[in-house]
């Protein structure tokens, strides 16, 4: 199985803030990695796809980079409703998901 | 994008079957393969499986082989999973997602999700 390892797996940031998640894969699962955003009692929602690629309708103040084994998740300038849970997750064999990053304010 | 309404609530005892149920909407349903996901209480996700709208068949994650089966009923645009021999352990939300660009070994990322169904299992 591909494990994918997030880090930091807390992250307390302002809103107007630039962070940045990493997500490290097993070994290389190309640039097939998904980011999706949870809210607490929600399912998650697509961000990224395909590293960089972002979803219809998602704002353009999340980006995404990587391939390989390393991939980040960058949040330009944080805004109130991007307080969540970020999760990465691969798609080169079958379907693994990093275990989490919670983004919390400061 | 296609919208996926999950089946309510469900609390089982230890060693009993569950079957949740996951409806689309829209014509792009019978042509959607479906993936089953869950979530323990602050865990990440887990794939479970998926049934392959082009043919027909299903695929379980190693983990529940055996335990898990996936259905569709395409007349009434719908996907289930049946879990069976429960354990504490296996209360979850259980999600379904759809995904994209599949062929006969597997798909892409998830663009849709249902609202997810909480399973208890409890004594």
């Known amino acids: 199985d591909i494990q994918m390892t997030q880090s930091p797996s807390t992250l307390s940031a302002s809103v107007g803030d630039r962070v940045t998640i990493t997500c490290r894969a097993s070994?290389?699962?190309?640039?097939?990695l998904a980011w999706f955003q949870q809210k607490p009692g929600k399912a998650p929602k697509l961000l990224i796809y395909?590293?960089?690629t972002l979803e219809t309708g998602v704002p353009s103040r999340f980006s995404g980079s990587g391939s390989g084994t390393e991939f980040t998740l960058t949040i330009s300038s944080l805004q109130p409703d991007d307080f969540a849970t970020y999760y990465c997750q691969q798609y080169n064999t079958y379907y693994t998901f990093g275990q989490g990053t919670k983004l919390e304010i400061k | 994008q296609v919208q996926l309404v999950q089946s309510g609530p469900e609390v089982k005892k230890p060693g009993a079957s569950v079957k949740l149920s996951c409806k689309g909407s829209g014509d792009t349903f019978s042509t959607s393969s479906i993936h089953w996901l869950r979530q323990a209480p602050g865990q990440s996700l887990e794939w479970l499986g998926w049934n392959n709208a082009d043919n027909g068949h299903s695929e379980s994650s190693q983990s529940f082989q055996g335990r898990v089966t996936f259905t569709r009923d395409s007349s009434a645009n719908t996907a289930y999973m049946e879990l069976s021999s429960l354990r504490p352990e296996d209360t979850s939300v259980f999600y379904c997602?759809?995904?994209?660009?599949?062929?006969?070994?597997?798909?892409?990322?998830?663009?849709?999700w249902g609202q997810g169904s909480l399973v208890t299992v409890s004594s």
């Open positions: 070994q290389s699962i190309a640039g097939w």
């Open positions: 997602a759809r995904a994209v660009a599949c062929n006969n070994v597997g798909c892409l990322h998830f663009d849709s």
């Open positions: 395909q590293a960089s």
